[in-house]
């Protein structure tokens, strides 16, 4: 059952993977989170990290944070987000959270969103950012969706960039039981997934679309996401994100 909580008293599970060489923006978004949201949860899934406590030890141990480590068979986003939901529902959290954010660990949240504007508008789910649903990588989001029972109104949905979206409590307990039955190992995998999630988060959402932050299209008129600076530049857009196209292939550079 849902209880009576603020809107805007929220969670973040992050995908984490860290390699020497590529920048950590993880400080500088905890940081955010909390000047935005004081009462917020962050949870940090790293997937297998050599060298992540030289990030996290960046991390105020004062603030809400908690570090997991992803020991299942699914990798990258997905495999991270299930191991967040798991621990959410163990210790019996999901229902202390208006709503679950889902993010890579360099798709940083740039100002406040007030969420009590998405309960007006009655969002359940839905991609940050989203693009038009270009079909490709068939062989990754075909099997997922017949298996899920999905594989249908694919003429209505979008596109979830960089797999990185937001749920309601309410419905985060079916989106861990979809993700349980995905397994998601490669970048491939993940580049599959910006386009089934899309199918999911639909049907969350009462089958209709939302996004926060616009079309990818549209986007590039707030920022350029191979070139931006999110400790300087002034975006306004309620995330930023910065490529790094880190895969199962990339190495520490020292």
């Not at 599959?192 to 986007?219: S, T």
Request: aromatic share 16%; with cysteine.
């Amino acid at each position: 059952m849902e209880q009576l909580v603020h809107p805007n008293k929220v969670c973040f599970i992050i995908a984490h993977k860290y390699f020497r060489g590529y920048p950590s923006y993880l400080k500088l978004y905890t940081e955010r989170i909390f000047e935005y949201y004081p009462e917020a949860l962050v949870i940090v899934v790293d997937n297998n990290s050599t060298y992540k406590d030289e990030v996290f030890k960046t991390i105020d141990s004062s603030l809400n944070v908690v570090f997991l480590d992803n020991n299942i068979q699914s990798k990258f986003e997905l495999g991270a987000y299930q191991v967040g939901l798991h621990y959410l529902i163990a210790n019996q959290l999901i229902h202390k959270y208006s709503y679950i954010n889902f993010t890579q660990d360099n798709f940083i949240l740039n100002k406040g969103l007030d969420y009590k504007a998405l309960k007006d508008l009655n969002v359940k789910a839905c991609p940050i950012n989203s693009y038009y649903p270009d079909g490709a990588f068939k062989e990754v989001w075909y099997p997922v969706l017949e298996n899920l029972g999905m594989n249908n109104n694919l003429d209505k949905i979008t596109f979830c960039w960089c797999s990185s979206f937001i749920v309601d409590s309410v419905h985060a307990e079916e989106l861990y039981r979809i993700l349980k039955t995905i397994v998601q190992q490669t970048r491939l995998d993940s580049e599959g997934a910006e386009r089934y999630l899309a199918r999911i988060l639909w049907e969350l959402n009462g089958c209709f679309n939302f996004d926060l932050d616009g079309d990818i299209r549209n986007l590039k008129e707030k920022y350029d996401w191979w070139t931006v600076d999110p400790y300087h530049d002034n975006v306004d857009s309620f995330f930023t994100k910065v490529v790094q196209q880190k895969n199962e292939n990339t190495v520490d550079k020292y």
